[in-house]
């Protein structure tokens, strides 16, 4: 009788032992579900995943508090970027695309893989503790000025693509502020003169039409968007420096030093090739990308 007792007891604790161990798995996958670790179903993790369906846009808003920087990418390819690049998303950073915001990660835009705006966003969050946006709106190959256009465009008064840029910041913005964002536009990042540079080498342009070309599209941005310019100086060929690269170095140097608009944010692509740093003749590679991105966030978080 007290055997039968004895296992009656016991099998009167099990439910609430089970309940225990159920409920201890709960506080767990809740805990780590608050870590933005979630478990895996089927083994698919979140490498495969969509990044737009990583972007939960009611986190994005608690880790911002409702507060972004949006920063817009003109230019031409090294500023959409030849690197190797990475996909991992970086904290605090967001692309807008379209209507849509996705977290950011490499290939940004129009990037071949690899791009300077993971490194940028990743310095730029964590000297200044905001998050950000980048809308890529740059397209390679493309000109300063007109007469340099070789068939992919030009960023001259004849050309669509200053208009495009402006457009695509107020759309990035309003795409912001639905989602219930406080936008601060801060400005453009800039890297393009490659197309020029190759021009006056080849007696198409000369220094002087390329520097009121730039002049002309600077004093377009400010007073369209307003915020800052920041430019990546034009590098040189990995086959060697040539006077049209020189000219374009020079001009927009000159630029810089006398227009409060225009920042001159990173100025060492000319030692890339001495430094190992070029994808080909004329773009960076990985490294290359992501220390103009670095230079260039340190330059506007400062």
Known sequence: MNKEKKESKNLGRVPAILFLMALFVVIVVISNAGQGILPKANSTSTESIAISELFDPSEAEKNCSKRIDLF????????????EGSPNVISG????????????????????TG??????????????????????????STAQAAAANGGAGNWDTSGSLRGNLVSGVKNAITTLQNKGFNV????ILWSQGERDA????????????????????????????GGRMYVARTGTKDSGDTSGFQDVRDAQDEIAAKK???????????DFPAEGKMADNLHYDQDGLDEMGRAMAASASS
């Open 93 to 112: 950073a967001y692309e807008v695309d379209g209507s849509t915001v996705k977290n950011l990660s490499d290939p940004v835009g129009d990037a071949d």
């Open 260 to 270: 409060d608009f225009v920042v001159m944010a990173f100025t060492d692509a000319v």
């Open 72 to 83: 817009a990418v003109g230019g031409q390819s090294n500023a959409e970027g030849h690197g």
């Open 198 to 225: 190759q021009a006056i080498d080849s007696g198409d342009i000369t220094k002087s039409d390329y520097k009121t070309a730039f002049q002309t599209l600077t004093a377009y941005f400010e007073t369209q968007l």
């Open 184 to 187: 601060r536009y801060k400005g």
């Open 115 to 140: 791009s300077a705006w993971p490194a940028f966003a990743k310095k730029y969050h964590s000297a200044t503790g905001r998050c950000i946006a980048i809308v890529e709106l740059a397209k390679g």
